[in-house]
């Protein structure tokens, strides 16, 4: 049963910095394209991030300059590194792994809540 665990959530003030981290409890970490999905109260869940196992990124407009997402594929961890957030970053965080080697399988971590105030 794979397993992603996300943790790094909390209550942060605007202009502040948090780092999310996901583990991925699956055989090849490198098989997986790694995303991090956002959801706010009464909004649907939007992509945030992404990375290959290549390395390769892509971001929301709304995140370009300020989120960082990277992984280690020896710790089968991916991070996303959260600076100056924002009230409208206020959201849950979920981690997505997306197998794209062989057979096609996703999964989904339970999700951290991320809160931007003051």
């Known amino acids: 049963q794979v397993q992603l665990v996300e943790s790094g959530g909390g209550l942060v003030q605007p202009g502040g910095s948090l780092r999310l981290s996901c583990a991925a409890s699956v055989s090849i970490f490198s098989f997986y394209v790694m995303d991090w999905y956002r959801q706010a109260p009464g909004k649907q869940r939007e992509l945030v991030a992404t990375i290959t196992s290549a390395g390769s990124e892509n971001y929301a407009d709304s995140v370009k300059g300020r989120f960082t997402i990277s992984r280690d594929n020896a710790r089968k961890t991916v991070y996303l590194q959260m600076n100056s957030l924002k009230a409208e970053d206020t959201a849950v965080y979920f981690c997505?792994?997306?197998?794209?080697?062989?057979?096609?399988?996703?999964?989904w971590g339970q999700g951290t809540q991320v809160t931007v105030s003051s």
């Open positions: 997505h792994a997306r197998r794209v080697v062989g057979e096609r399988y996703d999964y």
